[in-house]
């Protein structure tokens, strides 16, 4: 069966421009998260606070949400690997986080310079520290169908990771197929098992659409009963420590399925494509959404 309502997180201003060769500017961050915020999107994920040596893209996220400070309508997620993000996060007014954990060992490393255990304390440490704040907490896991390094991805490997977020105290488990290998059986198999941990409301799924699945597992997982998904505007994105991988689903593509399918998403698909356009000029690249070209080429 499926859902009447998808609530979509906007990763663009985080997980898309965290890849892009041309970096935008705090201010040009702000302003694009103003125009998602105007086409109805709700929950949009606002930066990062990781080394700028590791991801300079992303610098600057302090400015991002000091600037936003007065949109408590939104909710502005922003990525913490540690308690020395989490600080800078607070201090810049973060009222909601998110962790990001891997359920592949190298991927661990070479994407936070740990392993799977050490990053486990480093977010016992964060969420005790943001559940006295009263910050929302949301997981991420990498490479749940898949990872870049080790292939195989265990479902069990991604269940347990989960059931540990959500102990420390995350409202919310994104599952993430950073290298977009997934297929809808495999999805749906995951988001199934995983919400016997969780519950299937604590569940978000978070596509890459590199092998061009993201969609067909957005279908599969929706008619288990997931109701929260993650994507970027243009289908921006990438991971820097996942080579090859593509972008993020598009949200327009997501929007334009939802309405086909009589499913509410709350946002205006025409904006988007509008947001889309003058992003991708300003990128100097076309965008990765076959809706946004598809509306672009009928306007110009
Ligand atoms: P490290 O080098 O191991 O950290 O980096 P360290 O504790 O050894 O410290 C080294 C230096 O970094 C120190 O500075 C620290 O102060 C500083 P120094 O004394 O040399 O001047 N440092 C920090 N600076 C700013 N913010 C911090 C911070 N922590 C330490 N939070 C670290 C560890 C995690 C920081 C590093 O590996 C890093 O920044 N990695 C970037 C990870 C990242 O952003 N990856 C992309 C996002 S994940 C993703 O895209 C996947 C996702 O979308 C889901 C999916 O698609 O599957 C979420
Ligand atoms: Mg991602």
């Given at each position: 069966?499926?859902?009447d309502y998808i609530r979509i997180v906007e990763v663009g201003p985080r997980d898309g421009l965290q890849n892009e060769a041309q970096p935008l500017s705090p201010q040009e961050r702000v302003e694009l998260i103003q125009q998602l915020a105007?086409?109805?999107?709700?929950d949009i994920e606002a930066g990062s606070f990781v080394s700028p040596r590791w991801v300079p893209q992303m610098a600057g996220s302090d400015e991002v949400l000091e600037s936003l400070s007065g949109r408590v309508d939104l909710r502005l997620p922003v990525l913490v690997p540690n308690?020395?993000?989490?600080?800078?996060?607070?201090?810049?007014?973060?009222?909601?986080?998110?962790?990001?954990?891997?359920a592949s060992e190298t991927f661990s490393q070479r994407n936070i310079n740990c392993s799977i255990d050490e990053s486990l304390s480093?977010?016992?440490?964060?969420?005790?520290?943001?559940?006295?704040?009263?910050?929302?907490?949301?997981?991420?896991?990498?490479?749940?169908?898949?990872?870049?390094?080790?292939?195989?991805?265990?479902?069990?490997?991604?269940?347990?990771?989960?059931a540990k977020l959500i102990a420390m105290g995350c409202s919310e488990i994104s599952l993430g197929d950073t290298i977009g290998v997934g297929t809808p059986d495999k999805a749906r198999a995951l988001a199934k098992a995983c919400a016997s941990e969780t519950g299937?409301?604590?569940?978000?799924?978070?596509?890459?659409?590199?092998?061009?699945?993201a969609l067909a597992n957005i279908l599969a997982?929706?008619?288990?009963g997931v109701t929260t998904v993650d994507t970027a505007v243009g289908g921006l994105?990438?991971?820097?420590?996942?080579?090859?991988?593509?972008?993020?689903?598009?949200?327009?593509?997501?929007?334009?399925?939802?309405?086909?399918?009589g499913i509410d998403c709350a946002t205006d698909l025409d904006q988007l494509v509008t947001i889309t356009d003058s992003l991708s000029r300003r990128l100097g690249h076309p965008p990765a959404s076959r809706v946004a070209r598809a509306q672009l080429a009928k306007r110009h």
């Open positions: 069966m499926r859902p105007a086409a109805g999107l709700k308690k020395t993000g989490y600080e800078n996060a607070r201090a810049a007014g973060a009222r909601e986080i998110a962790i990001f954990g891997a480093r977010f016992a440490e964060v969420c005790a520290l943001a559940k006295d704040d009263g910050v929302v907490i949301r997981g991420y896991i990498s490479c749940v169908l898949g990872c870049p390094y080790e292939g195989k991805v265990e479902i069990a490997q991604v269940v347990s990771l989960a299937i409301d604590s569940l978000s799924v978070h596509f890459h659409d590199t092998y061009g699945q997982c929706i008619e288990i994105g990438g991971c820097p420590y996942a080579s090859g991988s593509a972008g993020n689903v598009a949200t327009e593509d997501v929007v334009y399925m939802m309405e086909g399918l």
